[in-house]
Protein backbone atom coordinates (compact mmCIF):
# COMPACT_ATOMS: atom_id res chain seq x y z
CA UNK A 1 0.00 0.00 0.00
CA UNK A 2 1.50 3.27 -1.23
CA UNK A 3 0.18 6.78 -0.27
CA UNK A 4 0.20 9.53 -3.68
CA UNK A 5 -0.10 12.85 -2.68
CA UNK A 6 -2.24 12.19 0.27
CA UNK A 7 -4.57 9.24 -1.40
CA UNK A 8 -4.03 5.93 -0.43
CA UNK A 9 -3.02 3.46 -3.66
CA UNK A 10 -2.86 -0.69 -3.15
CA UNK A 11 -0.84 -0.78 -6.75
CA UNK A 12 -1.08 -4.69 -6.22
CA UNK A 13 -4.75 -4.52 -7.06
CA UNK A 14 -4.06 -2.49 -10.28
CA UNK A 15 -3.59 -3.83 -13.71
CA UNK A 16 -0.49 -3.33 -15.46
CA UNK A 17 -1.85 -0.99 -17.99
CA UNK A 18 -3.49 1.19 -15.46
CA UNK A 19 -0.06 0.68 -13.34
CA UNK A 20 2.26 2.27 -16.20
CA UNK A 21 -0.40 5.13 -16.73
CA UNK A 22 0.06 6.14 -12.96
CA UNK A 23 3.69 5.53 -12.82
CA UNK A 24 4.09 7.89 -15.56
CA UNK A 25 2.12 10.67 -14.24
CA UNK A 26 3.83 10.68 -11.27
CA UNK A 27 7.26 10.23 -12.79
CA UNK A 28 6.21 13.77 -14.77
CA UNK A 29 4.70 15.06 -11.66
CA UNK A 30 7.80 14.38 -9.28
CA UNK A 31 4.56 12.96 -6.54
CA UNK A 32 5.08 12.49 -3.28
CA UNK A 33 5.29 8.31 -2.73
CA UNK A 34 5.40 7.42 0.79
CA UNK A 35 5.24 3.42 1.35
CA UNK A 36 2.95 2.87 4.09
CA UNK A 37 4.98 -0.64 4.89
CA UNK A 38 5.93 0.46 8.43
CA UNK A 39 6.26 3.76 10.19
CA UNK A 40 9.66 4.82 11.85
CA UNK A 41 10.19 7.68 14.01
CA UNK A 42 6.61 8.48 12.68
CA UNK A 43 7.29 8.43 9.40
CA UNK A 44 6.93 6.54 6.11
CA UNK A 45 9.68 5.61 3.67
CA UNK A 46 9.65 7.70 0.38
CA UNK A 47 9.96 6.14 -2.83
CA UNK A 48 10.11 7.79 -6.52
CA UNK A 49 9.40 6.78 -9.49
CA UNK A 50 12.56 6.74 -12.19
CA UNK A 51 13.53 5.55 -15.95
CA UNK A 52 15.43 2.34 -16.13
CA UNK A 53 17.93 2.17 -19.30
CA UNK A 54 15.25 0.64 -21.07
CA UNK A 55 12.88 3.39 -20.83
CA UNK A 56 10.60 1.17 -18.12
CA UNK A 57 9.58 3.59 -15.39
CA UNK A 58 9.59 1.78 -11.91
CA UNK A 59 9.50 2.69 -8.35
CA UNK A 60 12.80 2.78 -6.04
CA UNK A 61 13.19 3.47 -2.98
CA UNK A 62 15.29 6.84 -2.14
CA UNK A 63 18.03 5.45 0.13
CA UNK A 64 19.97 8.34 0.99
CA UNK A 65 16.80 10.58 1.70
CA UNK A 66 15.30 8.07 4.12
CA UNK A 67 18.45 7.30 6.15
CA UNK A 68 18.56 11.04 6.66
CA UNK A 69 14.74 11.11 8.14
CA UNK A 70 15.92 7.45 9.81
CA UNK A 71 13.20 5.94 8.20
CA UNK A 72 13.15 1.72 7.29
CA UNK A 73 11.05 -0.29 5.12
CA UNK A 74 9.19 -3.05 6.85
CA UNK A 75 10.84 -6.60 6.89
CA UNK A 76 8.97 -7.95 3.92
CA UNK A 77 8.69 -4.96 1.77
CA UNK A 78 9.65 -5.53 -1.92
CA UNK A 79 12.22 -2.45 -1.22
CA UNK A 80 13.26 -3.20 1.79
CA UNK A 81 17.38 -4.10 2.06
CA UNK A 82 16.79 -7.14 3.61
CA UNK A 83 14.38 -8.10 1.03
CA UNK A 84 16.75 -7.49 -1.94
CA UNK A 85 19.36 -9.08 0.33
CA UNK A 86 17.06 -12.72 0.78
CA UNK A 87 16.24 -12.69 -2.99
CA UNK A 88 19.96 -12.72 -3.88
CA UNK A 89 20.93 -15.54 -1.46
CA UNK A 90 18.16 -17.64 -2.32
CA UNK A 91 19.01 -17.07 -6.17
CA UNK A 92 16.79 -14.86 -7.05
CA UNK A 93 16.78 -11.91 -9.35
CA UNK A 94 14.12 -8.90 -9.04
CA UNK A 95 13.72 -7.05 -12.27
CA UNK A 96 13.38 -3.49 -13.05
CA UNK A 97 9.30 -4.03 -12.60
CA UNK A 98 9.28 -5.80 -9.89
CA UNK A 99 8.87 -8.70 -11.58
CA UNK A 100 11.33 -12.38 -10.61
CA UNK A 101 13.83 -13.98 -12.69
CA UNK A 102 14.99 -17.21 -11.34
CA UNK A 103 17.30 -20.01 -12.87
CA UNK A 104 16.90 -23.96 -12.61
CA UNK A 105 19.51 -25.04 -14.58
CA UNK A 106 21.86 -27.29 -12.68
CA UNK A 107 25.41 -26.02 -11.49
CA UNK A 108 28.25 -27.40 -13.00
CA UNK A 109 30.15 -28.96 -10.26
CA UNK A 110 26.44 -30.86 -9.02
CA UNK A 111 26.29 -34.37 -10.11
CA UNK A 112 23.16 -36.01 -10.82
CA UNK A 113 22.82 -38.13 -7.34
CA UNK A 114 22.73 -34.35 -5.63
CA UNK A 115 20.33 -32.59 -8.55
CA UNK A 116 17.74 -35.04 -6.75
CA UNK A 117 18.16 -34.89 -3.34
CA UNK A 118 17.89 -31.03 -3.62
CA UNK A 119 15.09 -31.32 -4.70
CA UNK A 120 13.81 -33.96 -2.57
CA UNK A 121 14.78 -32.89 0.74
CA UNK A 122 15.49 -30.21 3.25
CA UNK A 123 18.00 -29.79 5.62
CA UNK A 124 18.43 -28.46 9.16
CA UNK A 125 20.89 -25.84 9.72
CA UNK A 126 21.45 -24.00 12.73
CA UNK A 127 22.07 -20.22 12.94
CA UNK A 128 25.66 -19.36 14.07
CA UNK A 129 23.95 -16.21 15.66
CA UNK A 130 21.17 -17.41 17.66
CA UNK A 131 21.38 -21.70 17.30
CA UNK A 132 17.91 -21.23 15.60
CA UNK A 133 17.65 -24.77 13.88
CA UNK A 134 15.61 -23.44 10.77
CA UNK A 135 14.73 -25.19 7.07
CA UNK A 136 16.79 -24.73 4.36
CA UNK A 137 15.17 -25.71 0.79
CA UNK A 138 17.50 -26.67 -1.65
CA UNK A 139 15.17 -26.32 -4.61
CA UNK A 140 15.43 -23.00 -6.74
CA UNK A 141 11.94 -23.50 -7.87
CA UNK A 142 10.47 -23.74 -4.33
CA UNK A 143 12.73 -20.48 -3.12
CA UNK A 144 11.39 -18.90 -6.35
CA UNK A 145 7.83 -19.81 -5.33
CA UNK A 146 8.13 -18.82 -1.74
CA UNK A 147 9.13 -15.60 -2.07
CA UNK A 148 6.91 -14.64 -4.38
CA UNK A 149 3.58 -15.57 -2.41
CA UNK A 150 5.63 -13.18 -0.10
CA UNK A 151 6.21 -10.25 -1.78
CA UNK A 152 2.58 -10.29 -3.07
CA UNK A 153 1.43 -10.50 0.73
CA UNK A 154 0.03 -14.28 0.56
CA UNK A 155 1.74 -14.67 3.73
CA UNK A 156 -0.19 -11.64 5.29
CA UNK A 157 -3.46 -12.38 7.06
CA UNK A 158 -6.10 -9.49 7.00
CA UNK A 159 -9.63 -10.66 7.93
CA UNK A 160 -11.37 -7.62 5.84
CA UNK A 161 -8.98 -8.04 2.84
CA UNK A 162 -10.05 -10.42 -0.01
CA UNK A 163 -7.49 -12.96 -1.07
CA UNK A 164 -7.66 -13.02 -5.05
CA UNK A 165 -4.73 -15.25 -5.23
CA UNK A 166 -4.39 -15.70 -8.82
CA UNK A 167 -5.13 -12.54 -9.92
CA UNK A 168 -2.06 -11.51 -7.48
CA UNK A 169 0.46 -14.03 -9.14
CA UNK A 170 -0.99 -13.01 -12.36
CA UNK A 171 -0.10 -9.69 -12.17
CA UNK A 172 3.53 -10.33 -10.41
CA UNK A 173 4.00 -13.23 -13.01
CA UNK A 174 2.96 -12.21 -16.38
CA UNK A 175 6.69 -10.46 -16.82
CA UNK A 176 8.34 -13.03 -14.26
CA UNK A 177 11.39 -15.45 -16.14
CA UNK A 178 12.59 -18.98 -15.33
CA UNK A 179 16.34 -19.89 -17.45
CA UNK A 180 15.28 -16.32 -19.17
CA UNK A 181 12.15 -17.52 -20.49
CA UNK A 182 9.46 -15.08 -20.09
CA UNK A 183 6.15 -16.45 -18.26
CA UNK A 184 3.68 -14.68 -20.06
CA UNK A 185 2.71 -16.84 -22.97
CA UNK A 186 3.85 -20.37 -21.45
CA UNK A 187 2.01 -20.20 -17.80
CA UNK A 188 -1.20 -21.45 -17.00
CA UNK A 189 -2.65 -20.52 -13.26
CA UNK A 190 -5.42 -22.94 -12.82
CA UNK A 191 -8.86 -21.54 -13.37
CA UNK A 192 -12.19 -23.08 -14.92
CA UNK A 193 -12.18 -20.89 -17.76
CA UNK A 194 -8.81 -21.76 -18.96
CA UNK A 195 -7.23 -25.33 -20.71
CA UNK A 196 -4.29 -26.93 -20.22
CA UNK A 197 -2.69 -27.01 -23.58
CA UNK A 198 0.06 -29.95 -23.56
CA UNK A 199 2.51 -28.72 -26.26
CA UNK A 200 2.16 -24.90 -24.75
CA UNK A 201 1.87 -24.50 -21.22
CA UNK A 202 5.74 -25.10 -19.39
CA UNK A 203 4.93 -23.08 -16.15
CA UNK A 204 2.00 -24.67 -14.05
CA UNK A 205 0.88 -23.49 -10.79
CA UNK A 206 -2.42 -24.48 -8.76
CA UNK A 207 -4.11 -26.13 -5.57
CA UNK A 208 -3.81 -29.84 -5.08
CA UNK A 209 -4.54 -32.48 -2.46
CA UNK A 210 -1.80 -35.27 -2.58
CA UNK A 211 -4.69 -37.29 -0.48
CA UNK A 212 -6.54 -37.77 -4.20
CA UNK A 213 -3.02 -38.37 -6.28
CA UNK A 214 -3.30 -41.78 -8.41
CA UNK A 215 -1.86 -43.98 -11.07
CA UNK A 216 -2.81 -43.61 -14.26
CA UNK A 217 -5.49 -46.58 -15.16
CA UNK A 218 -4.09 -46.66 -18.55
CA UNK A 219 -0.23 -46.49 -18.38
CA UNK A 220 1.37 -47.74 -14.88
CA UNK A 221 4.50 -45.27 -15.61
CA UNK A 222 1.93 -42.34 -15.15
CA UNK A 223 0.58 -40.32 -11.93
CA UNK A 224 -2.88 -38.25 -12.17
CA UNK A 225 -2.59 -35.11 -9.92
CA UNK A 226 -6.04 -32.92 -9.05
CA UNK A 227 -5.54 -29.92 -9.95
CA UNK A 228 -7.86 -27.37 -8.28
CA UNK A 229 -8.53 -23.47 -9.25
CA UNK A 230 -6.21 -20.72 -7.92
CA UNK A 231 -9.65 -18.33 -7.41
CA UNK A 232 -11.43 -21.43 -5.69
CA UNK A 233 -9.61 -24.17 -4.01
CA UNK A 234 -12.53 -26.05 -3.65
CA UNK A 235 -13.39 -26.23 -8.00
CA UNK A 236 -11.83 -29.00 -9.50
CA UNK A 237 -10.27 -28.42 -12.84
CA UNK A 238 -8.63 -31.15 -14.72
CA UNK A 239 -6.23 -34.37 -13.87
CA UNK A 240 -2.71 -33.69 -14.65
CA UNK A 241 -0.81 -36.41 -16.01
CA UNK A 242 3.14 -36.68 -15.10
CA UNK A 243 5.97 -39.06 -15.07
CA UNK A 244 5.27 -41.17 -12.01
CA UNK A 245 9.54 -40.99 -11.46
CA UNK A 246 9.40 -37.10 -11.50
CA UNK A 247 6.25 -36.81 -8.90
CA UNK A 248 8.32 -39.04 -6.53
CA UNK A 249 10.91 -36.97 -6.43
CA UNK A 250 9.19 -33.98 -6.00
CA UNK A 251 9.90 -31.45 -3.72
CA UNK A 252 7.94 -31.22 -0.78
CA UNK A 253 8.06 -31.19 3.41
CA UNK A 254 7.82 -33.91 5.68
CA UNK A 255 4.54 -32.47 6.73
CA UNK A 256 0.90 -34.34 7.59
CA UNK A 257 -0.48 -31.30 5.04
CA UNK A 258 -1.85 -33.13 2.14
CA UNK A 259 -3.72 -29.83 0.51
CA UNK A 260 -1.62 -26.98 -0.71
CA UNK A 261 0.36 -25.72 -4.34
CA UNK A 262 1.44 -27.78 -7.35
CA UNK A 263 4.52 -25.63 -9.49
CA UNK A 264 5.45 -27.97 -12.06
CA UNK A 265 7.83 -26.82 -14.72
CA UNK A 266 8.48 -28.66 -18.17
CA UNK A 267 11.52 -28.39 -20.66
CA UNK A 268 11.62 -29.78 -24.25
CA UNK A 269 13.79 -32.87 -24.82
CA UNK A 270 16.18 -33.11 -27.98
CA UNK A 271 12.67 -34.27 -30.19
CA UNK A 272 11.24 -30.58 -28.95
CA UNK A 273 8.54 -32.40 -26.95
CA UNK A 274 7.07 -31.11 -23.40
CA UNK A 275 8.24 -32.94 -20.53
CA UNK A 276 8.12 -31.97 -16.67
CA UNK A 277 11.28 -31.25 -14.94
CA UNK A 278 10.51 -30.53 -12.04
CA UNK A 279 7.30 -30.38 -9.51
CA UNK A 280 7.12 -28.82 -6.22
CA UNK A 281 4.41 -29.54 -3.96
CA UNK A 282 4.20 -26.56 -1.19
CA UNK A 283 1.52 -27.19 1.59
CA UNK A 284 -0.48 -24.46 2.67
CA UNK A 285 -3.94 -24.09 4.61
CA UNK A 286 -7.14 -24.56 2.77
CA UNK A 287 -8.67 -22.23 3.56
CA UNK A 288 -6.03 -19.12 3.26
CA UNK A 289 -3.91 -20.66 1.10
CA UNK A 290 -0.87 -19.68 3.16
CA UNK A 291 1.97 -22.37 2.89
CA UNK A 292 3.14 -24.28 6.77
CA UNK A 293 5.74 -26.33 7.40
CA UNK A 294 3.58 -28.56 9.54
CA UNK A 295 0.34 -30.05 10.63
CA UNK A 296 0.66 -28.16 14.14
CA UNK A 297 1.01 -24.08 12.19
CA UNK A 298 -1.98 -25.54 10.31
CA UNK A 299 -3.97 -25.77 13.56
CA UNK A 300 -2.51 -22.56 14.65
CA UNK A 301 -3.21 -20.34 11.59
CA UNK A 302 -6.60 -21.46 11.73
CA UNK A 303 -7.33 -20.56 15.29
CA UNK A 304 -5.68 -17.08 14.72
CA UNK A 305 -8.30 -17.32 11.47
CA UNK A 306 -11.24 -18.17 13.87
CA UNK A 307 -10.10 -15.40 16.01
CA UNK A 308 -10.16 -13.08 13.31
CA UNK A 309 -6.35 -11.90 14.32
CA UNK A 310 -4.45 -10.21 11.64
CA UNK A 311 -0.71 -11.80 11.13
CA UNK A 312 2.19 -12.67 8.64
CA UNK A 313 3.45 -15.64 8.09
CA UNK A 314 7.33 -15.31 7.56
CA UNK A 315 8.57 -17.97 4.57
CA UNK A 316 11.84 -17.48 3.53
CA UNK A 317 13.11 -14.59 5.06
CA UNK A 318 14.59 -13.67 8.75
CA UNK A 319 12.79 -10.32 10.35
CA UNK A 320 15.56 -9.33 12.16
CA UNK A 321 19.27 -10.97 11.63
CA UNK A 322 18.96 -14.66 12.12
CA UNK A 323 14.94 -15.36 13.72
CA UNK A 324 12.18 -15.85 11.86
CA UNK A 325 9.31 -16.68 13.69
CA UNK A 326 6.24 -19.23 12.97
CA UNK A 327 3.46 -15.94 13.11
CA UNK A 328 3.56 -12.46 13.71
CA UNK A 329 0.46 -10.70 15.10
CA UNK A 330 0.01 -7.33 13.59
CA UNK A 331 -1.35 -5.36 16.68
CA UNK A 332 0.60 -2.86 18.47
CA UNK A 333 3.11 -4.63 19.86
CA UNK A 334 3.42 -7.18 16.65
CA UNK A 335 3.45 -9.97 19.15
CA UNK A 336 5.67 -12.98 18.15
CA UNK A 337 3.95 -16.92 18.07
CA UNK A 338 5.96 -19.76 18.49
CA UNK A 339 4.47 -22.98 17.58
CA UNK A 340 7.23 -25.62 19.58
CA UNK A 341 6.06 -29.05 17.78
CA UNK A 342 9.34 -30.96 19.34
CA UNK A 343 9.95 -29.89 22.95
CA UNK A 344 10.37 -33.52 23.93
CA UNK A 345 13.89 -33.76 21.92
CA UNK A 346 16.50 -32.22 23.72
CA UNK A 347 18.29 -29.98 20.96
CA UNK A 348 15.20 -28.82 19.87
CA UNK A 349 13.99 -27.77 23.59
CA UNK A 350 17.76 -25.90 24.22
CA UNK A 351 17.40 -24.17 19.98
CA UNK A 352 13.86 -22.30 21.80
CA UNK A 353 15.03 -21.31 25.13
CA UNK A 354 17.97 -19.30 22.80
CA UNK A 355 15.59 -18.12 20.85
CA UNK A 356 13.07 -17.01 23.43
CA UNK A 357 16.21 -15.57 25.28
CA UNK A 358 16.77 -13.54 22.41
CA UNK A 359 12.77 -11.97 22.24
CA UNK A 360 13.34 -11.24 25.57
CA UNK A 361 16.50 -9.26 24.62
CA UNK A 362 15.23 -7.57 21.78
CA UNK A 363 11.64 -6.72 24.24
CA UNK A 364 9.13 -8.47 21.28
CA UNK A 365 6.06 -10.07 23.13
CA UNK A 366 6.37 -14.17 22.67
CA UNK A 367 2.91 -16.48 22.50
CA UNK A 368 5.32 -20.13 22.98
CA UNK A 369 2.41 -22.90 22.37
CA UNK A 370 3.93 -26.42 23.64
CA UNK A 371 2.08 -28.79 21.34
CA UNK A 372 1.74 -31.25 24.13
CA UNK A 373 -0.78 -28.93 25.40
CA UNK A 374 -3.58 -26.74 24.48
CA UNK A 375 -3.46 -24.03 22.51
CA UNK A 376 -2.38 -20.89 25.31
CA UNK A 377 -4.53 -17.89 25.23
CA UNK A 378 -4.18 -15.00 22.58
CA UNK A 379 -5.30 -11.62 23.09
Known amino acids: ?????????????????????LFKNWYKSSAEIECLCEKTNGKYPLLKIRKSVNNLLHPYSIGSTNRKRGTEHAWDCYHSTRSRKAQKS???????DGSLSVNLKRKKNESPRGKRESLIHTSIKTSPTTKR??????????NFILFLLQQIKVHEYKSERPRDIRGRLYYRLVNSKINNQKLKDIMLLS?????????????????????EVRQNDEYSWLTEIPIYSLSDPT????????????YNNMSKLRADVTFGYIVIWREKDHQGKLHEKEIVFIESERETMIPVESSFEEIMLKKLVSLKKDFQKPLVMDIDEDIRPDFILLNKDKTVIEVAGMMDKEDYFANMERKQEYY?????PLILWDTRAPIPPID
Not at 5 to 13: L, P
Not at 198 to 208: D, R
Request: glycine share 6%.
Open 360 to 364: RKKGI
Open 90 to 96: LGIKILE
Open 191 to 211: HTGYRYNYKKHQFIIGFTNLA
Open 1 to 21: MWRVNGEKIDVTEINIESREK
Open 133 to 142: ASLTRKSSLR
Open 235 to 246: RFVYKQKVRKEV
